[in-house]
């Protein structure tokens, strides 16, 4: 296990009720994944920085209050990661994960239950899903971004922003985006690899041509 005594972005440390729920969070997805593939075995070792930190950095790019939509969430990421963060960074969401696949979706009750945190696990396809309120969605190791733009332009009126975590290969995949869509798009530098970086999308429309 690992001493959760770090320096996130902006030099705030985890508070320590902060610290001991990754702990648990932890503890549960390796038991877990001996079970179901949640996350790959070669980060097993790595899970407070290649995952949870690279989950929490997205909360510099969300506003309090906000709904936010988790798609393909699988072991949770980046969902409850921002749920058990939040409270650090005065900010509290209202946040939905959308998974298709009813064994993680067990596993995420079960990870809801054992945390005591707020958050709603909807056992669903996301091309079934209608977004009533507005909402941003966020979304990491899901579909590229022409892909995840598809899935959400049926409920765009609704829709704030795209978040995406996204690796080296996301200029390819804005530019293939763009010969369907526009859109505006801001990206930021990921604090745990230089090849990696967030997405920021709104303003999305089908192109004129």
């Given amino acids: 296990m690992h001493d959760f005594k770090y320096f996130f972005s902006k030099n705030i440390n985890f ?6 729920k990754l702990k648990k969070y932890e503890k549960i997805l390796l038991e877990y994944n001996k079970k179901i593939n949640l996350i790959s075995k070669s980060t097993e070792k790595h899970i407070y920085n290649r995952h949870f930190i690279d989950c929490a950095q997205v909360i510099d790019f969300l506003d309090n209050n906000q709904n936010l939509l988790d798609l393909g969430t699988g072991a949770g990421f980046p969902g409850i990661v ?3 963060v939040s409270n650090d960074f005065s900010k509290n969401f209202n946040i939905f994960l959308i998974e298709k696949s009813q064994k993680k979706c067990v596993f ?10 707020d958050v709603n696990v909807i056992n669903q396809r996301y ?10 969605i966020i979304s990491r190791a899901f579909k590229n971004i022409k892909e995840t733009i598809d899935l959400t332009y049926k409920n765009l009126k609704n829709i704030e922003n795209l978040i995406m975590l996204k690796g080296k290969n996301h200029i390819n995949e804005i530019n293939e985006a763009k010969m369907k869509y526009m859109f505006h798009v801001k990206k930021y530098q990921s604090l745990t690899s230089k090849d990696s970086c967030i997405l920021k ?9």
């Fill in 127 to 136: 091309e079934d899903y209608k977004i009533i309120k507005k909402h941003s």
């Fill in 82 to 84: 921002l749920k058990i």
């Fill in 108 to 117: 995420l009750n079960f990870l809801k239950k054992q945390l005591d945190i």
């Fill in 201 to 209: 999308i709104n303003k999305i429309n089908l192109t004129t041509t």
């Fill in 15 to 20: 508070s320590r009720e902060t610290s001991y």
